[in-house]
């Protein structure tokens, strides 16, 4: 709108607003039921979906790893300390490993019954490894389904790993003499 001249100031009046509040009203009162129902539609789908996940349980574990080998010679082999945390955790979430924790588990006397999953496969453990600036302890987490095997598997590994180490270790040393 334009003010012509001989027109005041006072019968100016500003345009009306370009959202229509009133119409956005009677529309909320018209068709409330909408918001209201597709609020219960999802509320029910997240309900449904956490009452059929499994549950997932954690199991943690501290490691400390001495990096240090004394060579006969009086030498002494250091592991690299930038590569160390992610050098552990790729060995222990790699396969080799898992099979022989899985067989540790199978072989011990308590006769432990791995539990399978729907593939007829041992049932899946997910294993993270974290640890802290400038410290050779690292903390492991293994994740699944089912609560004892979860940590009977964490033990396993961590038995397998020393024991892995401590031959990759005497075989590299061999080498090394």
Do not use: C, H
Request: no cysteine; hydrophobic share 40%; aromatic share 10%.
């Amino acid at each position: 709108t334009q003010i012509q001249m001989g027109d005041s100031m006072d019968d100016y009046s500003p345009a009306p607003s370009a959202f229509p509040v009133k119409r956005l009203l009677l529309f909320s009162l018209k068709y409330w039921w909408i918001p209201v129902l597709t609020l219960a539609i999802g509320l029910g789908g997240g309900a449904a979906y956490v009452r059929k996940k499994p549950p997932t349980l954690v199991s943690k574990a501290r490691m400390w790893e001495t990096v240090k080998v004394r060579l006969p010679d009086g030498g002494l082999f250091t592991e690299d300390v930038q590569n160390f945390l992610g050098t552990q955790t790729e060995l222990l979430q790699s396969a080799t490993l898992r099979d022989l924790a899985l067989a540790r588990l199978g072989a011990s006397r308590t006769n432990f019954v791995i539990p399978r999953g729907p593939d007829r496969q041992p049932l899946a453990v997910d294993v993270r490894v974290a640890g802290g600036k400038n410290s050779s302890v690292f903390m492991i987490e293994a994740t699944s389904s089912d609560a004892a095997y979860t940590q009977a598997y964490l033990d396993a590994l961590m038995v397998v790993y020393l024991e892995y180490k401590r031959t990759i270790r005497k075989e590299i040393s061999g080498g090394t003499l």
